[in-house]
Structure formats: structure tokens, C-alpha cells
């Protein structure tokens, strides 16, 4: 089984900036998507940024995911950090070949306040 370790989060102030990791342990298949995803309280979980094994990446303007493979890594770069990004940031990974799987991080909480 993947499985997925994640760490950076705390508490920023606001324009601020975080670097969130996702270690990838386990059997780690050569096709899939890993993304961030955040959850604040009463919200629903919505994607923040996305890679593909094929290097496709999707991401909003201030936050930026990268891999380092030789680490086994995926990076959440966020910065200039406002109170409304506070939520807890969900690793996940995605894969579909040789059968679909799907695994979440237990998630780190970012709390930007001042």
C-alpha cells in the first residue's frame, strides 16, 4: 500500500510563507496524480494543486507543487499566505493502472492569523 506522510504545517502570519511535504512510502506505482488539497471547518475539500507522473501540473496562482523523486517528495510551496487559506492540507495520490487506488495523508493543519 502507498502511503503518504505529510509535515511543514503551523502557524504563519498573514504574507507569509509555507513549504508543506508529502514523503510517498510503500509500493509506489510508475502512472499517477498527487495533488494538495485543503479543508477548512464547514467547507467542503477542494484541490489546490496537482502533478502527474507525466509532469502535468495544476495549481492556483500563490502555491506551487513540485517532486523531488530522489526523496520520494512532493512539495506544497505557499506563499503569500492570507487568513482564508487557513485549513487543514491534505496529501492524496491517485492512480489508476494496474488498478485504481487512492490515498490520503492524514492531513497538517495551516493557520495563518496574526
Known sequence: QVQLVESGGGLVQPGGSLRLSCV?????????????????????RDMVATISSG???????RFTISTDNAKNT?????????PEDTAVYYCNFRSSWPSKLEVWGQGTLVTVSS
Open 74 to 82: 512532493v512539495y506544497l510551496q505557499m506563499n503569500n499566505l492570507k
Open 24 to 44: 510517498v512510502s510503500g509500493t509506489i506505482r510508475s502512472a499517477y496524480v498527487m495533488g494538495w488539497y485543503r479543508q477548512a471547518p464547514g467547507k467542503q
Open 55 to 61: 509532469g502535468d501540473i495544476v495549481y492556483a496562482g
